[in-house]
T-cell receptor, first 114, second 111 residues
């Protein structure tokens, strides 16, 4: 079956522009996670959705970052007024409900802010 | 807060050598422990997991044992192959639902 998909796979933008990153989780997975993978910072948790609500936003690095999820499926991560330090690979994962259920990762979106 | 520390790479081995990648953790609760692998050009994949003390996770010849007394989850493989070349991440899930990752260890296996 289809895995987690993310789009775009690569995004190059200019400093100060807004970007939207999309994640399509595995059908039936109620939990959705965003992580960021960057040089020097490793893999960082950003935000977690259970259904359409986000009980844990603790990893969002600033108020320029926001995310939403609609219909318990697709999620969009938006970064406003991008900065060069936002350059990273943004990973999305989904899982069945429950802490111990395996998280399946998408291929990521590589964001480069010039 | 929770944290995971793993040995820095790169680790370079010859084919059929024995592999150990060390991982230790700090957690406030009673975490579940994971190893994820990222092959070149691919996304993160779960390699193995353990949910309680003394559990041994295993997959594809890799093993790791959950050691509560030493707060460790070291990854081992008896005989590595060139195809095992990848970046390996140790991770935990504690009270929250998100994964806390170590910094990753790059493994390079030479023929």
């Amino acid at each position: 079956g289809a895995g987690v998909s993310q789009s775009p796979s690569n995004k190059v933008t200019e400093k100060g522009k807004d970007v939207e990153l999309r994640c399509d989780p595995i059908s039936g997975h109620t939990a959705l996670y965003w992580y960021r993978q960057s040089l020097g910072q490793g893999l960082e948790f950003l935000i977690y959705f259970q259904g359409n609500s986000a009980p844990d936003k603790s990893g969002l690095p600033s108020d320029r970052f926001s995310a939403e999820r609609t219909g318990g499926s697709v999620s969009t991560l938006t970064i406003q007024r991008t900065q060069q330090e936002d350059s990273a690979v943004y990973l999305c994962a989904s899982s069945l409900q429950g802490v111990l259920n395996e998280q399946f990762f998408g291929p990521g979106t590589r964001l480069t802010v010039l | 807060g929770d944290s995971v520390t793993q040995m820095e790479g790169p680790v370079t081995l010859s084919e059929e050598a024995f592999l150990t990648i060390n991982c230790t953790y700090t957690a406030t609760g009673y975490p579940s422990l994971f190893w994820y692998v990222q092959y070149p050009g691919e996304g993160l994949q779960l390699l193995l997991k353990a949910t309680k003390a003394d559990d041994k996770g295993s997959n594809k010849g890799f093993e790791a044992t959950y050691r509560k007394e030493t707060t460790s989850f070291h990854l081992e493989k008896g005989s590595v192959q060139v195809s095992d070349s990848a970046v390996y991440f140790c991770a935990l899930v504690d009270a929250g639902n998100m994964l806390t990752f170590g910094g990753g260890t790059r493994l390079m296996v030479k023929p």
